[in-house]
Every structure is written in structure tokens, then in C-alpha cells.
């Protein structure tokens, strides 16, 4: 395919490099009036108008009459399989209740997992598909999806099989995380410790038996599980080959970034509560500090310090959270919107925090994020824009026209 009169290819810095850190983070690339080719599903070449190749013989021309070409978002963080919506927390949080005081009520997590346990597999995976569509239809072209709302060995199974279908079945890019240390399950209740080590001596060989998940979470905080018990959980993981990618600092200084950096996490995610001893620790580690702004806004939380986080030289990826509790939305424009408004991130930063440093916190930045010879072909066109920065600046007006995938349209 052919796409020519390109206003701006957008992303085209992220060729050689597996993320961007600190101060690089502001490096976009740009290219004024381009031509892009591909060759089946992946991206050929690029340059400007005033040199674009002749179309071979057969080959499909597409006119992008001066609209934008972005990279597809990189969401790296997702819950996207669950049973039903949590819209009557959604009141409770309107007459004052914390996330917190949810949780202790046994709603949140708890309500999901006995929800996802009435449904059937194919029920499962029917409701998670209309969320797929909708994240293409909204420029998402790569997206990890974590277990969590099974909590027994069963139901944890059944979720990770729900999105290694959707893998199949779908031209997104998907990645899988074990995330059985979501909350304890009922049948555990008063009992945590019994709970991980359910999780540590079944889950985890069970899933890794199945080949289901690369990843490994745990939601190390405040009234979910202690910095022992995710060591514990880490190590068990790691000896079946999974990499730690976890929730930490959501609800508390809870000490997950320590030890998320400590079993090399590739990411850790959330941060609201982070301060300046954890900012130092990602300034040096190549985990990615993956901050989630969609849930801050959801529930009213602080924002986490992204721009502190930038500046004392992190990796910076932002992500969805896309989960029925605390962000019910995969709207990746909106979270970069979020990053310049909220956080402070320059237009340039939050792109790149949305895709390229995105897609190495699920360890595919060598195929996605970017607009690079050789890549996977997932970007999406958009109407002619007045500027870069009008994209997150003008944060709901709907701007993409059309979403290719592998190099097709999807
Ligand atoms: O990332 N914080 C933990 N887990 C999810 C919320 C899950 C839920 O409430 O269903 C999150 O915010
Ligand atoms: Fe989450």
C-alpha cells in the first residue's frame, strides 16, 4: 500500500531506540507533506512528497488528503476482560464513598470476580470483543489485558484463555498478565496468607503449564497484599520465566516500586503515591514508570508526578487502566490529553509516553510504537489538523478517520 499527501507523519524518531528517557522523551520526529509504503503487515519506507516512488503495478493507493499519520496508541495497561459494569459503585463514589471503603464492603474486585464466575467463557469473551473494537476504533493497536477477576485457580484460568482468544481473533497486538494477586478471593476471605500461597504453588504452575500469560502482577498496596507477600509472589513467577510488571503506589507509599525494581520488573504501574526516594529508583532503573491518569481522574486521586518523573531522567509510559472500577474507558487520546493537562507532559512527551515507552512496557517496542522501516504497520489517519498540538489540545473532538492494523484496514 501506498499512502500518500500525508500532512504530518507523526513518531518517526522511535527507529532506534527501544524507549525514550528523561529529557529524549521530548524527541518526536516529525515529517511535513510524507509518503508512507508498506509491504504486507509491516511499514517499508517513508519520505517526503517531493520524492514519492511511482505506485507499483497492483499496489493500493490511499490519499490521505493532509491529514495526520500517528503510530497506534500502546496501551500497556488494561483489565480489559470482565463480566458486566460497576456503574452502582459509581453512585456509591458520588455519595462519598472511597475506592477503599468499596473494597472493605467486599464490592470492587470481589464484585467483578463473582460476576465473571456466573458467565460463561464465550459470554466473557463477547463482552471483552466489543471493548477490543472499541480501543481500534479509538487508535489502540497494541494492549496488554491482565487475569485478576477470577481469583480462584478456574476462573483465573478462564480469563487468560478468554484473552489468548481475543490474540487470535483480532489484528491488535496482545500481551497477557497473571494477576491473581488482585484481591483474596471469597473462599480466603481472613485468610491471605493460604490465598498466596494458592497463588504461588497452583496459579502460577497452572498458568505457566497453559503458556497463558508473560507477565506477572501483583496490586501491592494499602488493603490488598504486602511487600513480603508480592516478594514472595515475584519469586514464584520468576522461577516459571514470567517478568513482573505490577500495581504499586496506588493507594499508599507501599514500597512496590522497591521491590518491582528489585525482581526487574519491566514495569511498575500507577504511582499516585510516589515520592522523591521513588523518583530516584526509576531515574536509574529501566523499568518503566507507568502512570495510569484516567484513574486519577476517575476516582479523584492525585495525579502521579510524571513531569518530576521526566525530568529526573525515568522512563515515562502513560496506559488506561481500562477496568470497571477504577477507569471504565480505553480512550488512549484521552489519557495523553490527561498527560498534558494533569501531569504537564509537552504534546510531544505524552505521544511518545503513549506509544513507544508504551509498547517497551510490554516488550514489543522493536515491532510498535513508532513510525520506523521494518516495524509492524498499526497506525491510523486522522482529518487534516491545524497543528500536532491541536490533537490533545482539542481532547473529545473526534479526529481519526481510519485505523490500519498489520498494514490493513481495521
Ligand atoms: O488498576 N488497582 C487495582 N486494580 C484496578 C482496579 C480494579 C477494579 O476496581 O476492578 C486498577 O485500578
Ligand atoms: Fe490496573
Redesign the pocket.
Known sequence: MLITNIGVLVGTDGGDTPFLRGKDMNRLGTLSNAWLRTDGERIRDFGPMDECPAPRVGEEKVDAEGGYLFPSFCDSHT?IVYAGSREREFIDKINGLS?EEIAKRGG??LN?ADLLHATSEDELYRQAMTRVREIIAMGTGCVEIKS??GLTTADELKMLRVIARIAESTPLKVKATFLGA?AVGRAYAGRQGDYVNLVCNEMIPAVAAEGLAEFVDV?C?AGFFTVEETDRILTAGAHYGLRPKI?AN?LAVSGGVQVGVKHKAISVD?LERIGDEEIAILAEAQTVATM?PG?SFFLGMPYGPARKAIESGAIVALAS?Y?????PSGNMRMVMSLGCIKMKLTPAEAINATTLNGAFAMGCSNDYGSIASGKIANFYLTRPLPSLEFYPYAYATPVITRTYLKGELA
Open positions: 483489565h475506592y470492587g474486585i467483578s485478576g477477576y488482585h496490586f498496596d500495581h496506588e500507577h495510569l484513574a487502566d477496568n470497571p472500577g477504577s477507569s
